[in-house]
């Protein structure tokens, strides 16, 4: 059983290191490296919180819908953040803050949501490393890409 999650991070972590270099040089199409990502991704979490597969039948779906609703917060806060603030009258600038602090909300509930509902199918302790994975995996992606010529890390507090 330990072999084969080993097995499967490793593999995800060699479809990774292509990723890095690959990234960096342009070489590979996009989807082809976020693919590479998110199978490193899911290696790695699978490792971290000790799924077995049972476990890992029931997580993922309902861990890919937390994070397709996570990634989508995201991107609508993205859409908040304006390039220049002076574009944008003081009225514009207080609703733009309010929708962010909305969907900032919303991200907590989400969270809060999902925690009960990943707690139906691994045991807290796993749920409690799946938050700390993901935050450690986040950095190291980071760092990778960050290492790389031409590449630099947002500094938009990441490294938390």
């Known amino acids: 059983m330990k072999y084969l999650l080993r097995t499967a991070l490793l593999l995800g972590l060699l479809a990774w290191l292509p990723f890095t270099s690959a990234y960096a040089q342009g070489g590979m199409r996009r989807q082809e490296r976020l693919s590479q990502l998110e199978n490193a991704r899911i290696a790695y979490l699978t490792e971290q919180i000790s799924l077995t597969p049972?476990?890992?039948?029931?997580?993922?779906?309902?861990?890919?819908?937390?994070?397709?609703?996570?990634?989508?917060?995201?991107?609508?806060?993205?859409?908040?953040?304006?390039?220049?603030?002076?574009?944008?009258?003081?009225?514009?600038?207080?609703?733009?803050?309010?929708q962010a602090f909305t969907l900032r909300q919303q991200e907590i509930t989400l969270e809060k949501e999902?925690?009960?509902?990943?707690?139906?199918?691994?045991?807290?302790?796993?749920?409690?490393?799946?938050?700390?994975?993901?935050?450690?995996?986040?950095?190291?992606?980071?760092?990778?890409?960050?290492g790389r010529p031409g590449m630099a890390v947002p500094a938009d507090g990441l490294d938390d």
Do not use: C, H
């Open 54 to 98: 049972d476990q890992a039948q029931k997580f993922w779906p309902v861990y890919n819908e937390f994070t397709a609703k996570r990634r989508d917060l995201n991107r609508r806060m993205r859409l908040l953040r304006p390039a220049s603030l002076d574009a944008l009258s003081d009225q514009q600038i207080k609703d733009n803050l309010t």
């Open 114 to 146: 999902y925690f009960d509902r990943f707690q139906r199918v691994i045991s807290v302790r796993q749920v409690g490393k799946l938050f700390i994975a993901e935050r450690q995996f986040t950095k190291e992606v980071l760092k990778r890409v960050a």
